[in-house]
């Protein structure tokens, strides 16, 4: 049974991706669709699971400042996905010549998929947290602060990264600025392989339209799926929303999904 401290609560997804609302909307718990309307360009020399990570903290950001003050209390929910091949990072298609391109240089390799998630409590909702966020027990810590977004007056430190199994890492942003909410972020790694592909298949894979909208040019969830030999990691993550440390992170502000009765 889904449950928090506070029956009046909603999970809000900051993302028009009908691959994230199907996912979100597993998890039994009430939740609304708040488009995010960011730039995603990010800074050069980031690494990729630095890119997911602020990339998903900058669209949770923008849908959580335009939230009115009467608002349902909640978890603001952003959420980033890359293809990295050989350090390069490949993003949606420009066209179909692109996207052609992108699964040219995928098929009969391995590449990986990071997965950025951030959570931001509301300020309406800090009332149904259980308790404070803190460093969770069990989990070892990463000396690997990361810097916060330059020029950008909300950004503060990152705590010590927790591990989240062999697969990905979280922190907590204890706060951007006085009054600001309580922040989680991190990111899942998934490696993918593709089979060796024909020109003509690649072709008429991406005709469908399906590529185009998607990072890497393929889902994972649909037609693309032919093109897959073997998944390490996380299928929910390469379909672009890692639930099962999402499942963590919320746990972490007081809403637990399943609960034993």
Request: hydrophobic share 35%; aromatic share 8%.
């Amino acid at each position: 049974m889904a449950s928090s401290t506070n029956s009046s609560f909603q999970l809000i997804l900051a993302s028009s991706s009908p691959r994230r609302q199907e996912l979100i909307r597993s998890l039994g718990l009430p939740y609304k669709i708040i488009v995010s309307d960011v730039d995603e360009s990010t800074r050069p020399g980031l690494s990729p699971a630095q890119v997911v990570e602020e990339l998903s903290l900058r669209k949770a950001l923008a849908v959580y400042d335009g939230l009115s003050a009467d608002e349902t209390p909640g978890i603001v929910i952003g959420s980033d996905t890359i293809v990295v091949l050989n350090e390069g990072i490949l993003g949606k298609p420009r066209n179909a010549d692109d996207a052609f391109m992108m699964l040219k240089g995928l098929q009969g390799r391995t590449h990986r998929v990071f997965t950025g998630l951030a959570c931001i409590r509301t300020k309406s909702g800090m009332e149904f947290a259980e308790q404070p966020l803190g460093n969770s027990a069990g989990n070892p810590t990463v000396d690997d602060p990361r810097p916060g977004k330059s020029g950008d007056e909300k950004t503060g430190g990152y705590e010590p990264a927790l591990l989240f199994g062999d697969i990905g890492q979280y922190r907590i942003v204890s706060e951007y600025a006085a009054g600001q909410p309580e922040t989680l972020v991190g990111h899942t790694v998934s490696k993918v392989t593709f089979r060796p592909m024909s020109d003509d298949e690649i072709w008429a894979y991406v005709k469908t339209g399906d590529p185009l909208d998607k990072a890497g040019s393929y889902g994972i969830q649909g037609l693309g799926s032919v093109f897959v030999e073997k998944i390490e990691g996380d299928f929910y993550s390469i379909m672009g929303l890692p639930l099962n440390l999402l499942y963590w992170m919320l746990q972490q502000f007081g809403v637990h999904i399943l609960e034993n009765t």
